[in-house]
């Protein structure tokens, strides 16, 4: 079965600070995607990145990056010179697809709470 | 494009009364699901629905209606709604049936008394 792990409940950081966000998945497929959304505290679910099982080039976007690695079954989340704004819950997600045909879902982690102090 | 869209935002029942969460989407997304946040918890899947007509259960069902009669709606029935109902609600729709992105609806916050 699959599953995410954030052991990260809360972080709290001071502006400007660099913070990553981790998660760790665990999946029996080969072919599966990792996502990473936001929730502001206005409360919506905001996509951040999709990666597959195939890509593991670390993607970098702005001042978030994200650290793929399977032979840690992790996908890492930094946001570099934390804002305010950066503020929410953020949530790591697995989607893979079923080797007996049935119908995939997503899996979310329990979400890690950011806190950005100015 | 509207995106998805839900309604109402908030609702408080009474243990006991029914009621339907409605879901929209205009993307033509053929996989569109049910999710229940609760606190410390994540996200939840309810029910899901791989098209027009077909739906299935997820992780926390029951209690829960769904039906998918056509590609824009998916409601979220509570026939009997319980205090462990109390919850955030949000609909979500993807183009395929795995790996593609999930866009999410802004939410129902519901509380049941």
């Known amino acids: 079965a699959q599953k995410v792990t954030q052991a990260q409940t809360e972080i709290s950081v001071v502006e400007k600070e660099d913070v990553t966000l981790d998660c760790v998945y665990e999946?029996?497929?080969?072919?599966?995607?990792l996502f990473w959304y936001k929730q502001p505290p206005s409360g919506e679910l905001v996509f951040l990145i999709r990666?597959?099982?195939?890509?593991?080039q670390n993607e970098i976007s702005g001042r978030y990056s994200w650290n793929f690695q399977k032979s840690t079954s992790s996908f890492n989340f930094t946001i570099t010179a934390s804002q305010v704004v950066d503020s929410a819950v953020y949530f790591c997600?697995?989607?893979?697809?079923?080797?007996?045909?049935?119908?995939?879902?997503?899996?979310f982690g329990k979400g890690i709470t950011l806190s950005v102090r100015p | 494009n509207a995106g998805v869209t839900q309604t109402p935002k908030f609702q408080v029942l009474k243990t006991g009364q029914s009621m339907t969460l409605q879901c929209a989407q205009d993307?033509?997304?053929?996989?569109m699901s049910w999710y229940r946040q609760d606190p410390g918890m994540g996200l939840r899947l309810i029910h899901y629905?791989?098209?027009?007509?077909?739906?299935d259960q997820g992780e926390v069902p029951n209690g829960y209606n769904v039906s998918r009669s056509t590609t824009e709606d998916f409601p979220l029935r509570l026939l009997s709604a319980a205090p462990s109902q109390t919850s955030v609600y949000f609909c979500?729709?993807?183009?395929?049936?795995?790996?593609?992105?999930?866009?999410f609806g802004p939410g129902t916050r519901l509380t049941v008394l």
């Open positions: 979500a729709s993807s183009y395929s049936i795995w790996g593609d992105t999930q866009y």
């Open positions: 999946t029996r497929d080969t072919t599966y995607y």
């Open positions: 990666r597959n099982s195939f890509d593991e």
């Open positions: 997600a697995l989607s893979e697809a079923l080797l007996d045909g049935a119908n995939s879902k997503l899996t």
């Open positions: 993307m033509n997304h053929e996989y």
């Open positions: 629905s791989v098209g027009a007509g077909i739906t």
